[in-house]
């Protein structure tokens, strides 16, 4: 029974989201403007919609990042470890993913949103848990997520943000939640 | 009591067999010197270890198998821009996507975990600093594919 336990509990992966937010994103919520974005389209913020026909003053970019980690245990520790075989760790692997979101306008960055997600799954000899393609695009759409529930909360000052000239400055301030240095 | 010794014919064969893992394998590594323009350059290795050793399995991109990776032994694959995934398969199955952009240089390591039956093949993205370490006492895989005229995740949703 132990062994069972730690055999198969030790393959689920754990995660970790920052910013933590509460609630999901509004179905009437959408943020039409420009966006520069050539990853695979699953993982742009869903609450985007590209517009070519709004003002191109501000235009969006998104970018994410994949960090990967392995750490398996030394052959020989694993080897000589009698609880191996009843499931006792072989290795951790880790997968970090930060994605970004930046509103642009002549060249400047005048507003940024951000996520970052970590996730690790735990190794035995009896599987390795989610593959890293399975943590990775669980992650990126975490993040993905994360950043729509921010834009959502925002989209009244984004509004006035994408429909504002080049020479309105007044809406041009970092977002409280998932804002970037 | 009749005592067994090993005949030369006995002995040859066990030479034969130990030796028959590096005799599969080609040159020692050399970075690819006029990659296409137009594809990610992904050089797949697998660095030499005693333990898992004797433990190879076939690397495949987006299901399509590229080669078999043994112990020391990389192979390049020439992919078009987009999602690949490659993967192995032993009792264990190991996965890892790279976003492959055109003009860039990519790092698959491949290794070997612990399994009940068999080990468990593992692959994971390496940054280039670390791959380009670890490659160079590698050695090349024979007839393995460098050209990636696969279908891309993208292109499969497509279709």
Redesign the interface.
């Known amino acids: 029974m132990l062994s069972f336990a730690l055999g198969f509990g030790g393959c689920a992966t754990s995660v970790t989201l920052t910013p933590r937010l509460s609630g999901t994103t509004s179905r009437n919520c959408e943020i039409h403007a420009p966006v520069r974005y050539d ?2 389209p699953d993982y742009l913020p869903t609450v985007l919609v590209q517009d070519a026909n709004v003002s191109q003053a501000v235009t969006l970019r998104y970018r994410y990042d ?1 960090n ?1 980690d ?1 750490q ?1 245990l030394p ?2 520790a ?2 000589v470890n009698p609880l ?1 075989i009843f499931g006792f760790p ?2 951790h ?1 880790y997968i970090s993913i930060v994605g970004s979101l930046e509103f642009i306008r002549a060249d400047a960055t005048v507003r940024s949103y951000g996520a970052a997600a970590g996730l690790k799954r735990t ?1 035995t ?4 848990g989610d ?4 943590m ?2 669980r992650g990126l759409l975490l993040v993905r997520d994360n950043i729509s529930v921010q834009l959502c909360r925002d989209r009244t000052v984004l509004a006035r943000l994408l429909g504002a000239s080049p020479d309105d400055d007044s809406s041009s301030q970092q977002t409280p939640t998932g804002a970037r240095p | 009591m009749k005592i067994i010794r090993p005949s030369a014919f006995t002995a040859l064969a066990l030479t034969g067999l130990v030796l028959s893992g590096c005799a599969t394998l080609g040159p020692a590594f050399k970075p690819e010197q006029s990659p296409p323009g137009d594809k990610g350059t992904v050089y797949i290795y697998r660095e030499s270890k005693m333990i898992g050793g004797a433990v190879s399995y076939t690397v495949h991109a987006n299901g399509m198998p590229l080669a078999k990776l043994s112990s020391g032994s990389y192979f390049v694959y020439h992919s078009a821009p987009g999602e690949v995934e490659f993967s192995a398969q032993t009792e264990a199955k190991t996965s890892v996507t790279v976003d492959v952009k055109a003009g860039e240089v990519y790092y698959v390591k491949g290794s070997v975990g612990m399994g009940v039956f068999v080990g468990h093949p593992h692959l994971v993205l390496v940054a280039s600093g670390v791959g380009e370490k670890e490659i160079v006492e590698c050695k090349l895989v024979p007839g393995a594919p460098s050209d990636g005229a696969i279908v891309t995740a993208a292109d499969r949703k497509q279709n």
Request: avoid cysteine; glycine fraction near 16%.
């Open positions: 990853g695979n994949v990967y392995a398996p052959d020989v694993t080897m191996t072989t290795g692997d190794g000899v009896f599987g390795e593959s890293f393609t399975d990775r695009r």
